[in-house]
């Protein structure tokens, strides 16, 4: 039982208090056997596979509200449940990086779960272990999740190509940027145009440098040197860690270079980071060109919501940018062991894999769906977006997630937070940890990933 806490102590970066548990795989065809899971609830109680319920309570972990209001207003408000039935949320109320010791415990002391939620980001340590039943378990076949976005798909499974996830989001990006500004400063009108000039990273820093002087220096390109790592990581063509090693790419020495000449050429403001008061506060000003955002930056409420309402809401366009990207995306993982496995697989298709549903789940929320068919009935219905001057965002956040690619890990976090801190130290000279060349700072970033994830084999 001391494996999955060490695990999850690595990936979420938490120290673990409550008793330890294995970590182990299930794996599970398209017609579910008898089994008894973790707690000695029998998940097929009925002859022949069927898969029934024996509980009336349907019990869901989050850490925080999003998921589980979304389950709530469009399930159990609209009178999908079985009757009998009832919905029993468990908000947590903390950030998502400190889930994994909320759930730790809460498992550990054997109260009801159903469903609960993971990240991307350390979503392989939930997903193998003996707390996640396969969705085969629960008598949903592979050839349902057909809709799926591949990236999307592939985060949905174990590491033995499993599936145990589900989600109704695609968290693809866009690249939001001031219209009113673009024509002032690049003469460019139109978002083909604009497109035409950011369409790759080199393209990208040469607007930069033309935005700089044509506004003689008073305007950035993009709100923070975050945003640009958060694209430039999500697009990664091999995972982080392999055969138990760190791995760095190419990619890692060119958004260093990428980093550096924004840095050096003041393209970027190095005192603004992602969700600092500074970083909402620019977008209300012409002191910043663009925003990166997935689909949950996009809606009312979002981040790019807040950045812009009150200042600039409405001067802004939503084109594909340099790359596919995404950014986040909540999962939602049956546990093993669960007294309503009908329940739990009636709402995962009812929001996730059915597209009539699913497609009511977007027209609602904003949110563009994992599901391909469920994105093609909303876009055609249509949407006006007003924070980007009535622009339907779903039609540019479609093409990038038909172009994302997401290898996971359960060490993600980990890692890119770590790269995060190295980078900054380099292209910084103020910062405290400086260091002068890319040598030192991939050194750095090794360092920083061995203090974390202390069982990796180094050469």
């Not at 973790?38 to 097929?44: H, I, L, S, V």
């Not at 159903?114 to 939930?126: L, Q």
């Not at 000449?261 to 970027?268: F, S």
Request: proline share 2%.
């Amino acid at each position: 039982m001391k494996n999955l806490k060490k695990t999850l102590a690595l990936v979420a970066a938490l120290t673990m208090t409550a008793a330890v548990f294995a970590g182990c795989t299930s794996e599970g065809g398209d017609t579910p056997a008898d089994t008894t899971a973790a707690g000695g609830a029998d998940t097929t109680a009925a002859a022949g596979g069927e898969i029934v319920d024996t509980g009336d309570q349907l019990t869901m972990l989050g850490w925080n509200e999003e998921l589980i209001t979304w389950v709530n207003d469009y399930y159990f408000a609209k009178g999908k449940a079985p009757e009998g039935v009832t919905f029993n949320p468990v908000n947590f109320g903390v950030g998502a990086e400190e889930a994994a010791a909320k759930y730790d415990d809460y498992f550990a002391s054997g109260e009801d779960c159903d469903i609960y939620n993971v990240e991307a980001g350390w979503a392989m340590a939930y997903l193998d272990s003996e707390y996640a039943a396969a969705m085969s378990d629960i008598g949903i076949a592979d050839s349902e999740f057909d809709n799926i976005y591949d990236s999307i798909l592939a985060v949905s499974k174990d590491s033995n190509g499993v599936i145990k996830g589900a989600t109704m989001q695609s968290c693809a990006g866009g690249w939001i940027y001031r219209a009113d500004l673009a024509d002032k400063y690049l003469g460019v009108k139109t978002m083909d145009e604009m497109q035409a000039k950011v369409s790759d990273w080199d393209k990208f820093l040469a607007t930069a440098e033309e935005l700089k002087v044509a506004s003689n220096g008073t305007c950035t390109i993009v709100s923070s040197l975050d945003m640009i790592w958060e694209v430039y990581s999500s697009a990664r063509s091999q995972a982080w860690i392999v055969d138990n090693k760190l791995v760095i790419t190419d990619e890692v020495n060119k958004f260093l270079d990428i980093a550096k000449t924004m840095a050096d050429n003041k393209y970027v403001d190095l005192t603004i980071t992602n969700w600092s008061d500074a970083w909402y506060a620019v977008g209300k000003t012409d002191d910043t060109f663009s925003y990166f955002a997935p689909s949950w930056g996009f809606v009312a409420g979002g981040y790019f919501d807040s950045a812009t309402n009150g200042g600039t809401s409405g001067d802004w366009k939503a084109i594909v940018g340099p790359q596919g990207w995404s950014w986040g995306g909540t999962w939602m993982v049956v546990k093993a062991g669960t007294d309503n496995p009908a329940t739990c697989a009636d709402i995962i298709r009812s929001i996730c894999l059915d597209p009539e549903s699913t497609a009511e789940f977007m027209l609602g929320t904003g949110q563009i769906t994992a599901n391909k068919a469920a994105n093609e009935i909303a876009v055609a219905q249509g949407y006006e977006n007003p924070l980007i001057g009535g622009q339907n965002h779903w039609e540019v956040l479609a093409a990038t997630a038909e172009a994302m690619e997401l290898v996971t890990t359960p060490y993600d976090a980990q890692v890119k937070s770590a790269l995060q801190a190295s980078y900054q130290a380099y292209v910084n000279p103020e910062a405290a940890d400086h260091v002068e060349t890319k040598e030192e700072c991939i050194e750095m970033f090794k360092d920083k990933v061995a203090a974390t994830i202390t069982t990796l084999d180094w050469e």
